[in-house]
């Protein structure tokens, strides 16, 4: 059983089509893919800031903007950035910042502010790896960051991870609807790869509609005056605009949750894979189906909202899950919630910039089985134990900015 | 002060719930016109202000250019009295 | 209703009372937060006299700070967004970016324009952007209970330096309006004081030139204002007028620092006239 949460693409003719001339397809970079696809979807303000791997985005934007007549800053910080990008999204413009892990810490304090305010704007996070400075090369470990809240308070914030230049670009258009649809700031995550990797894509963009904004601030005339924040000192009243946030992410849950599922059916083995580990893991399936190992992918496309129930639906039929990530292993914790016992969830994954291969994860996926077919041969039924594996490190990852294993 | 008549009109208009006691325009009048009522206590819990000689208010408006809460509004003489 | 004389719609012959001054109606008709004597009132009322006396209520987009102003879209009727603590410069630049015809103005203390936010108010008038920044300069930290910020005197004992300011452990005031006065960008700014019935005068004129310098399609334009805070200052409200005419202002001096437009022809009528500084 494969499913696919359909995400609607309605081709039109741009400017971008017409310019090259009705070629079908153009090797883009990533970085600039996503910019272009942000632009066709009517983005009508960009604020950045630079910082590795994502400033060819921002240096698309800084050319594209001012041709188009729309806004482009420089901003003289992320900080700086996301408050400018708060500004113009109060005004009700479509709006869009990117940067890369440190930048988007430094943006958490505003997304906390555009949660509790509702007040939408576009976030595009090209992870690099960390803590701290870190390094340029890939990484999925923001995956915390982006999920559990970055800045302070209960509120949630859509993730949208795609795993190729293509998916990223329709998910840009997604993700301003998203934004406006529900008042919330949306993030897309990608990683140094999806940003610089040049892959040929079809220039197909989406342009989500516009719709009137009741709140927004475009000067009290002939109205009464608008007010956009986020205080309320009574708690009583603080109380009822967070459970109204509460509802909204709900309905977010209920309707917005998007994954795929790929060699599902017959599955015996899954591996919980976004992104560029996605990818590894989509090499790694085939090699194991040669192998005559039933293993499929299920791939979270919101990281948030989790697709629990389907993961949970999906566990019961399963022996043993293997979570790949590019960190210490972060969505992990996601997973093993979704899984509740039902079946072991292993864990490989590289850090540090490293991306884990095809056979690494290969290898993980036969020590996985290995372990469960012990456990049901000594007990004789499944086993309920949790065995994380630690982070392989037979020093076979890809460079960073080395193209990982096509989709299989 | 020299008598004169009583007044059909009143210079001063206070909002006697907004004021809060500060006494910067009983500092700034400079006709010394203006007090704080201690007879009373308004809904802030501000002892208000009070005009407690409107004939030798002059209307400059001193009083509501200093006052952080906007509490006056000042009328002036029609122009057909003198003084 | 300003504070000419106007008359009420007199009939000749009739003994009609004359309006002499009202507060205009986008004062809102509500009692404020404010300590008894706090500059923030005055500030917020001659704001509101200017925006009606240049027509801009229905255009004004403006941003709250942090501090004890945050409430103040609560007085004045004009749409405002909220801004983290120091940010209100990037979010006007959002805000003016995107909206070319509207009138922006930002609000901020000390802390959130001088201390936290010194980054954003640098930039966005190196940028030149075309807005008007109010910059409230009580030199302490009213809302929080009364720390010392980067415009505290020196010996001046806060809640955070009880001893007195020192030098030597936490540095010296900031003249932030000196600074940014160097900066190209930057059309007009200046300093003003609500100290008495003069000062107060002379402010509204600066706060109008300020507005003036925006429609009229020039840069970045700053008026700091010289406040007080009596509670944090542990005086009374007259007592802390008096201050400021003494220390507050031998450390931040009044006037016009910069301006680097073509003078306005027309001033309010009841201020005096402001010259422009070399």
Same mark, same amino acid.
């Given at each position: ?408 | ?83 | ?8 719609? /007199? ?5 009609? @009372?004359?309006?002499? !001054?009202?507060?205009? +109606? #986008?004062?809102?008709?509500? &009692?404020? =937060? ?27 987009? /403006? ?5 004890? @102003?945050?409430?103040? !879209?609560?007085?004045? +009727? #004009?749409?405002?967004?909220? &801004?983290? =603590? ?27 324009? /001088? ?164």
């Amino acid at each position: 059983m494969t499913r696919r949460q359909e995400i609607e693409i309605r081709p039109r003719r741009t400017e971008a089509e017409m310019e090259t001339g009705r070629r079908a397809r153009v090797l883009m970079k990533g970085n600039e893919a996503i910019a272009e696809a942000a632009i066709q979807a009517g983005c009508d303000a960009y604020f950045g800031y630079p910082i590795t791997p994502q400033a060819e985005l921002l240096e698309w934007m800084a050319r594209r903007m001012p041709e188009l007549g729309r806004v482009f800053v420089q901003a003289e910080s992320e900080l700086g950035a996301i408050n400018m990008a708060l500004g113009a999204a109060a005004t009700g413009a479509r709006v869009m910042v990117s940067s890369s892990s440190p930048g988007i810490s430094l943006m958490a304090e505003a997304m906390s502010y555009m949660a509790g305010s509702g007040t939408p704007v576009v976030l595009v996070n090209v992870m690099r790896a960390g803590p701290g400075l870190g390094g340029i090369g890939p990484s999925q470990s923001d995956y915390f960051q982006a999920t559990k809240g970055h800045g302070h308070g209960d509120y949630r914030v859509p993730v949208l991870a795609p795993d190729s230049i293509g998916e990223a670009m329709d998910l840009m258009a997604t993700a301003f609807e998203l934004a406006e649809r529900y008042r919330t700031p949306v993030m897309l995550v990608a990683d140094g790869i999806l940003g610089q990797a040049m892959e040929p894509v079809e220039l197909r963009f989406r342009t989500p509609e516009r719709q009137a904004f009741d709140w927004a601030l475009t000067g009290a005339a002939g109205r009464p005056a608008r007010i956009i924040k986020s205080i309320d000192l009574d708690p009583e009243v603080l109380e009822r605009r967070n459970l109204a946030l509460q509802h909204k992410y709900r309905e977010i849950a209920r309707h917005e949750t998007r994954w795929e599922g790929w060699r599902l059916g017959d599955a015996e083995f899954a591996i919980v894979a976004y992104g560029t580990a996605a990818r590894v893991a989509r090499s790694a399936i085939a090699r194991a189906r040669d192998n005559g190992m039933k293993v499929g992918l299920f791939r979270p496309i919101t990281l948030w909202p989790f697709p629990e129930r389907e993961l949970a639906r999906m566990s019961r039929q399963l022996h043993g899950i293997l979570t790949v990530e590019l960190s210490s292993g972060q969505m992990i914790e996601d997973v093993r919630l979704a899984v509740e016992g039902r079946c072991p969830v292993a864990f490989h994954g590289r850090m540090g910039g490293l991306v884990p291969t095809p056979d690494e994860v290969l290898g993980a996926l036969k020590a996985l089985r290995g372990r469960v077919e012990r456990t049901r041969a000594a007990s004789g039924h499944s086993p309920a134990a949790h065995d994380r594996g630690t982070p392989s490190t037979n020093g076979a990852g890809l460079d960073a900015g080395a193209r990982p294993g096509g989709r299989g | 002060m020299a008598t004169r008549q009583p007044l059909p009109w009143t210079p001063l208009v206070v909002a006697v719930d907004h004021c809060k006691g500060c006494e910067l325009c009983v500092a700034v009048c400079p006709k010394t016109v203006l007090a704080l009522d201690r007879s009373r206590v308004n809904l802030l819990g501000y002892h208000p202000v009070v005009l407690t000689d409107a004939t030798a208010c002059t209307s400059c408006a001193l009083c509501a250019r200093v006052c952080p809460d906007a509490v006056f509004t000042v009328w002036a003489a029609p122009r057909e009295e003198h003084r | 209703m300003t504070l000419d004389a106007r008359s009420s719609g /007199a009939l000749r012959g009739a003994a009609a @009372a004359r309006l002499v !001054y009202r507060k205009p +109606d #986008v004062l809102v008709d509500r &009692a404020t =937060h404010y300590c008894p004597g706090c500059g923030h009132g005055v500030i917020h009322r001659l704001l509101a006299e200017v925006l009606t006396d240049l027509d801009l209520p229905a255009h004004t987009i /403006a941003v709250a700070p942090v501090g004890c @102003a945050v409430f103040i !879209y609560d007085y004045l +009727d #004009v749409d405002f967004v909220e &801004a983290p =603590h120091g940010r209100a410069p990037a979010v006007a630049t959002g805000i003016r970016r995107l909206r070319p015809e509207a009138f922006v103005l930002t609000y901020q203390g000390d802390g959130d324009l /001088a201390a936290i936010g010194t980054a954003e108010i640098v930039h966005a008038a190196a940028r030149g952007e075309r807005i008007t920044a109010i910059f409230v300069n009580n030199g302490i930290y009213g809302m929080t209970g009364g720390q010392m910020a980067p415009t505290t005197l020196l010996g001046q004992r806060t809640t955070s330096s009880p001893s007195g300011r020192d030098a030597g452990l936490m540095g010296y005031p900031i003249r932030i309006t000196e600074m940014l006065a160097q900066l190209p960008g930057v059309t007009y700014a200046a300093r003003g004081s609500v100290a008495d019935a003069g000062s107060i005068g002379r402010l509204k004129a600066m706060i109008a030139r300020a507005c003036r310098v925006q429609i009229e399609g020039g840069g970045f334009a700053i008026v700091e204002v010289l406040s007080n805070c009596p509670v944090g200052w542990g005086m009374t409200p007259q007592e802390s007028l008096e201050h400021l005419k003494g220390p507050v202002v031998e450390a931040y001096p009044l006037g016009v620092i910069v301006d680097r437009s073509a003078p306005s022809t027309a001033r309010p009528a009841a201020a005096a006239p402001t010259k422009p500084e070399a």
